[in-house]
């Protein structure tokens, strides 16, 4: 990550600020953050307005004593004052870089939408183009009321006729024709998954499993906690909870999948940190619960749901996106029976989750009955690992998901 978007300002010229205040939130490729105050003081300056894009490390105000002259933008860009200036400098509040390492991190320089928080939300919840709207607020950026008349505008307009070529010959399309701006994030999983296929050895493996008896116990779990208020313990576990938690439980078997190719050498993590995949309008965001292993079904189903919220509004921080030592990604819930996903360096492998569907199958008794079968995809990085570990990691996987009473001891 190399840039920043400062989307709005929280404290202005004048304010008094201690440290820990926010006074700014930034747009990363990463995610939407908050820009803390490390001085206690008085906004002296700021040297960046709302909806400009600033360089990493580079200042964005100025904090000091009341009454103390800020240094200009130039000079504030200079080296750090020594010890002895300390105290006679005022200091630069900066943007600063966090690790490349997931999926949605990255460097990438792009042209930007100037438009508020307020005005981004309300136009993605009512599906109007930013690139459409004129922006009336300062610099030309797009706020709220911007967005109000566009949405007034909207419903002012008939609705466009889906037809065939008109009788003068033109061909009218179904939708608008445009061209949309690649975001930061968009081109950042661009670039990794690039980057991933082209130079990560990918090998493919598939299993089948038996999802009945896990949705069983799913159904059996739901019907009292349910009941309860969150505060007081109801919860209600969804498929991808049990497969993370499974996931876990396999891993715990097969350490192999929980590695990392590091050139030199390959690193055996001692922990698993377990990312898993959350859709966006913007693309693929990964967030990371942290020591899996060390957690239950119930702890695990708490902080996924808690950390796709945040996933969803752009509000994960640095290390709830980084040091992840294994993905699952799920498209069962959109009908897509089986698919892999491309590995999330610098994980080993990636488990690709497809729908529950089902279908005649010959039991043990050579009887044609109707099944609950759930297809289970591997992508594996073959420098890593090789095609045995990783059907030892699916063959341990399927049997907890079909003894899924293992996944609560």
Sequence with gaps: ??????????KKVGDT???GDVIAEVETDKATMELECFEDGVILATYINEGDEVAIGSPVCAVGEEGETAPDSASSKKSAPSNNDVEQAPSSATINTVPDQQTNSGSVLTERIKASPLAKKIAQEEKIPLENITGTGPNNRIVKKDVIQALSQKASQPAAPLTSPTSSGATQF????KNISVTNLRATIARRLVESKTQLPHFYLEI????APLLKLRTDLNRSPTQLPPEKGGIKFTVNDFILKASVEATRRVPAINQSWMGAVIRQHGSIHLAF????????L?????????KSLREISAEAKTLAEKARNRKLTPKEMTGNTFTVTNLGMFGINHFYGIINPPNAAILSVGATIKKPVVNEKDEIVIAQRMSLGLSGDHRVIDGVAGAEFLSALKEVIETPGLMLV
């Design 208 to 211: 089948e499993v038996d999802a």
């Design 277 to 284: 995949g959350v859709a966006i309008d913007q693309g693929l």
């Design 286 to 294: 990964t967030p990371v619960i942290r020591d899996a292993h060390n």
């Design 17 to 19: 600020v201690e440290v």
């Design 174 to 177: 179904f939708t608008e024709e």
């Design 1 to 10: 990550m190399t840039v920043g978007t400062l989307l709005s300002w929280q």
